[in-house]
């Protein structure tokens, strides 16, 4: 099975957005068990991307479509792609009412373009959009497999997983034995220590396959089998899990797909823990990781932005002394992490108080090193724990490590490591 | 002058890396007023690669190749690119120089496949690599310009700066003038309503050309000109802006490329006025975004995640009656968020304190709607302004829309609008 990936978009063509849905297909596809030959990238033009089609349908079976679905004059892909099969174009009425819905809620009226959002070609199955207003599509004729999905990630993604995904295990891949796939998901290990520890079983190219997944921030192994049942397949894939558990036990937080926060909160949740937070130098992201989980209200409270030494002096206790004069460690110090998470931990009222503290750059601070870090973890009962760190980076990775880096200290110190 | 981007590597194929590179080429080619027509990646293996410089030579002027010059077997591009154009291939002897040095500056023996990466083809110009050992090539056959590049971006970069780009300023590019762009940045208004103001520009193709630009959470114009020099450029490009700009004064918050919370600290760090805020549900997403700008700690002093009730009684005063019991307005109210704004301005001490309350969902809260959100702006020495929004979307959204609706409000506020 031969599967091309075509993005629409005349934005990818002058190099204003990187083409991050294709690989994100590719590796989907791969997962299917379906090769990809060609990515391609054709502008928001008729004539082009009709000859884009054309070519593809020549050499692959399956084609995947991103992008130029949206509302305006120059999304044509459901145009050009009926156009070039001879289907008609139709208002799918799900989808429409959606957009109604959507202009609505907002109480704005609905300019006539948003009804092209609704477009469906004749004869195929709309791929409802979860997370936005164009309808996606996916079809079969004259035996070739057609999806096409929106432009942004962040409907892209939602829509291939929950609706092209399941229709391409029903009709592309029939009669085929289907692949099963856990992930397992590290903290605290890079990406090439991980693959070092892992190196035998990822060569050998076993069954199950053990595949090293790069995703933003993280560190992920795909574990892959073909097999006739789930059953089947959780039988191979345990053996392997546990395989790679017994290497690096002190890393490994989960074996479904969810970032580490998430093991946490559920961690905490079965324990009747709560959680609170004082950031200065990531300004809000550690608590932004936890409040984007659906449920968080349960385990974390709330917590303090402390960015200036005002802040931490007023709202958190930090003694003067600490922060400013001759010869005080200063804001960025292992002593004031200590208080904060202390103090935030009383403050707020929970069983447990984190705290960061740094110089994220690009400018020094108290003469400190651009990544130099410290973080705290205070528990009721117990002596809080402070850790150094020394990050490289610029200042949007340094921030994400110095946050990561502590969730990876909280889910080990929950383990009792 | 049409072009096309060919990268040749089965790892882009199987979602390994991202295609960074056709990003940098795309953007570079515009600078020079080359237009990008297709980006094509294929994998590494002789046929396909040969159909796919088939039909681009069928259809651009200018093919640009990266990857596939390395060592190894499956390094096919120059082998490939001389069978098709019936070219021969010769060792160059610089670059041979290039690859023994190398090999015995580091005291290794050289493997006899190294010496594939000297290889270039007949009648063509080779283009030195300054960072790697695979010589590059430059070449003209029948009307079409061939570049051939390495696929490791640190090698590439360079090697299109200083060998490609003259190369093809000097025998592509005899007295074209390159494109000018600006980017208009628009907030508070919808991509489709945005374009209906503008349609008429848009579908005019005037110089200079008038295009909306999706990107996240943003609604962009870029206007692009042909001109001789920047100056010529300028002239062309501020009459479009102030036309655009009459049209839509209320949202155009910037001409260059930069999100809202930039353009506001620049302007408040003028004003030398001070920020904070309180987040409910939105938990730090919003004062995530300011942190993250370099130099934020001017006006941003911190704030307070007070996602639940008792946080928002202890640390911001919200008096127990607006929260809780019969009839009590409740946390997600516009009096809640009148208070949580006023309260963590006095609190924190600055000029301007701001709030977000809402349910992002998924769940409902005090019997209000997922997507119901009060936003509050309060200022000293003025009325505390509130907003009820009506979100659509899911918890990332919702949350999303909040913080960034709020910072349109904010924006208009300091607009004095």
Redesign the interface.
Known sequence: MKAEIIAVG???????????N???????L?ALGI?????????D?MN?LA??VR?ASG?ADVLIFTGGI?????DLTKEVLAEVLGRTLYIDSEAMANVD??FQ????PM?E??RRQALAIEGGTPLPN??GLAVGNALFVDGKFYVVLP????EMKPMFEHQAKPWILEHVLTGEMPIYSRMLKFAGIGESALETKLLDLIEAQSDPTVAPY?KEGEVTIRVSTKAASELDAAVKLDAMEREIAARLPEYLYANVDEPIEKTILDLMASRGLTLS?A?S????????M???L????AV?????????N??KE??LNVPHDLLEGDGAPGAVSAETAKVLAEQVRL???TDIGLSITGVA???HSERKPVGLVYIAISRRGSDTAVFELNLKGN??TI?MRAAKTLLYRLWRALQGG
Chains 1, 2 share one sequence.
């Open positions: 005349t934005e990818l063509l002058l190099g204003q957005i990187v083409n991050t294709a690989q994100y297909l590719s590796q989907e791969a090769d990809v030959y060609f990515q391609t990238v054709v502008g033009n082009r000859e884009a070519t050499r949206g509302p305006t004059q120059d819905r959507f809620g907002r109480g704005v300019t373009n948003n979860e997370t432009g942004p990630p962040k790069a937070a950031e130098c990531t300004g809000g992201l550690l608590m932004e936890f409040t984007a659906p449920g968080s209200s974390f409270a709330g917590g303090i932005v402390c960015y200036s005002e802040m007023k709202l403050t707020v009222g750059g690009p400018a200042r949007e921030r």
